[in-house]
């Protein structure tokens, strides 16, 4: 195996970086958006230098290469090969979901979601003309459970047309089980209810855990629903703009094809094409490379904390690179906390009140940067929390 150095401190500020502009004081240090600080696989990077050096960047053309490549990944990953004909290039997962919710929905529909959960499903649902209908999951022993007795009353609502399913899910840091993703899914055909699984994350696994694919399971759940997968997470591609949508169901591909083509949302570029392949093909081992460089960060995290800030527990991180911690503690708003992270400690982080109201008293810290970095986050994060 390659020896990857995780550890490089790679300056990212100036770089027109969402991550490291949005707040530009020098001295802010930004743990928030799903975004690494890590260069990505070298392969990807050697395929990207290879598109420069041809000097010609058109319209392109998506290769049966690069289908090929997916169903191969996801074979060998996963277990599980989706088929050629029910893979949707797109820009992103966001402008998928987009898509998606046009094609199904209709203003005025019910649109289930578990909350505390990724904040673009509500801007989609929102966007859609649709209505969230949130069902809290469950934080008991520092963990989250799903109540699937709410689950069910939730989805037995004749207005629910459709499910988001984060799996993994984000915020929580839950890697859903086959028997959970089972249950999720008898409840949602007995109501009638679409799945539209968001497993943007799904590479990002900590060990002893395992990612399954939602429709993989039955070609009952294939067919009644459609996933989204992207390696923008896992290989640091989201600028990208490169992700895919999986629709077994003919007639659901063609309305969701139709949803992408009236909204003119455009085609992927030839760097996207050549990332994800390059990516798909030959990343593996630094994908393993990188997730146990992950783990032993999360594994800091929790250490630090049951030490240095007992009051301030993190859930445990079965999957995703996004802890989250509880701060209910601190006896004040999530955003109140973030400002005085802000503030105080020069820490941009997420407060979980914008995850929807279960996440109110809970912050997201990203920790997929070099530990240097992640040590001087945590060093931040206990100075405002101890004032």
């Given at each position: 195996?390659?020896?990857?150095?995780?550890?490089?401190?790679?300056?990212?500020?100036?770089?027109?970086?969402?991550?490291?502009?949005?707040q530009?004081?020098p001295?802010?240090?930004?743990?928030?958006?799903?975004?690494?600080?890590?260069?990505?696989?070298?392969?990807?990077?050697?395929?990207?230098?290879?598109?420069?050096?041809?000097?010609?960047?058109?319209y392109a053309?998506?290769?049966?290469?690069?289908?090929?490549?997916?169903?191969r990944?996801?074979s060998?990953?996963?277990?599980?090969?989706p088929?050629?004909?029910?893979?949707?290039p797109?820009?992103?997962?966001?402008?998928?979901?987009?898509?998606?919710?046009?094609?199904?929905?209709?203003?005025?529909?019910?649109?289930?979601?578990?909350?505390?959960?990724?904040?673009?499903?509500?801007?989609?649902?929102?966007?859609?003309?649709?209505?969230?209908?949130?069902?809290?999951?469950?934080?008991?022993?520092?963990?989250?459970?799903i109540?699937?007795?709410?689950?069910?009353?939730?989805?037995?609502?004749?207005?629910?047309?459709?499910?988001?399913?984060?799996?993994?899910?984000?915020?929580?840091?839950?890697?859903?089980?086959?028997?959970?993703?089972?249950?999720?899914?008898e409840?949602?055909?007995?109501?009638?209810?679409?799945?539209v699984?968001?497993?943007?994350?799904?590479?990002?696994?900590m060990?002893?855990?395992?990612?399954t694919?939602?429709?993989?399971?039955?070609?009952e759940?294939?067919?009644?629903?459609?996933?989204c997968?992207?390696?923008?997470k896992?290989?640091?591609?989201?600028?990208?703009?490169?992700?895919?949508?999986?629709?077994a169901?003919g007639?659901?591909?063609?309305?969701?094809?139709?949803?992408?083509?009236?909204?003119?949302?455009?085609?992927i570029?030839p760097?996207a094409?050549?990332?994800?392949?390059?990516?798909y093909n030959?990343?593996?081992?630094?994908?393993?490379?990188l997730?146990?460089?992950?783990?032993?960060?999360?594994?800091?995290l929790?250490?630090?904390?049951?030490?240095?800030?007992?009051?301030?527990?993190?859930?445990?991180?079965e999957?995703?690179?996004?802890?989250?911690i509880?701060?209910?503690?601190?006896?004040?708003?999530?955003?109140?906390?973030?400002?005085?992270?802000?503030?105080?400690?020069?820490l941009?982080?997420?407060?979980?009140?914008?995850?929807?109201?279960?996440?109110?008293?809970?912050?997201r810290?990203?920790?997929?940067?070099?530990r240097?970095?992640?040590?001087?986050?945590?060093?931040?994060?206990?100075?405002?929390?101890?004032?």
């Open positions: 195996m390659m020896n990857y150095d995780f550890d490089e401190l790679i300056p990212r500020r100036g770089t027109h970086s969402v991550k490291w502009d949005e530009p004081a001295d802010i240090l930004p743990m928030w958006v799903a975004d690494m600080d890590f260069r990505t696989a070298p392969a990807v990077i050697e395929a990207l230098r290879r598109r420069v050096e041809h000097g010609i960047f058109g053309k998506v290769p049966e290469s690069y289908y090929a490549a997916i169903t990944w996801f060998r990953r996963h277990g599980w090969a088929e050629r004909e029910w893979i949707h797109v820009t992103g997962v966001i402008p998928a979901l987009a898509a998606i919710l046009r094609a199904l929905t209709r203003p005025g529909d019910k649109v289930l979601v578990q909350t505390p959960v990724y904040n673009h499903f509500f801007i989609s649902v929102a966007n859609s003309g649709c209505e969230a209908a949130e069902c809290e999951l469950v934080c008991r022993d520092n963990t989250y459970t109540d699937f007795e709410a689950l069910e009353h939730t989805a037995a609502d004749p207005d629910v047309k459709l499910m988001l399913l984060c799996n993994p899910h984000n915020p929580a840091g839950r890697v859903w089980t086959p028997e959970e993703l089972r249950r999720i899914g409840i949602c055909l007995r109501n009638d209810v679409f799945i699984a968001d497993e943007i994350h799904c590479e990002l696994i060990p002893g855990f395992r990612y694919p939602f429709a993989s399971l039955s070609e759940f294939a067919r009644h629903s459609v996933t997968t992207s390696p923008s896992a290989f640091n591609l989201a600028g990208l703009q490169v992700a895919n949508i999986f629709a169901d007639s659901i591909r063609a309305r969701i094809e139709e949803a992408l083509g009236r909204n003119e949302t455009g085609e570029s760097f094409i050549d990332a994800l392949t390059a990516a030959e990343g593996a081992e630094w994908l393993d490379a997730n146990a460089y992950l783990h032993e960060n999360y594994l800091f929790r250490d630090y904390l049951t030490r240095e800030l007992p009051r301030y527990p993190v859930l445990p991180l999957g995703t690179y996004l802890a989250w509880d701060c209910r503690a601190a006896g004040m708003t999530s955003e109140a906390l973030a400002d005085r992270l802000l503030t105080e400690g020069r941009f982080i997420n407060p979980g009140a914008i995850y929807g109201p279960a996440g109110e008293g809970f912050i810290l990203n920790i997929a940067c070099p240097t970095l992640l040590i001087d986050g945590l060093e931040r994060l206990k100075k405002a929390l101890t004032l």
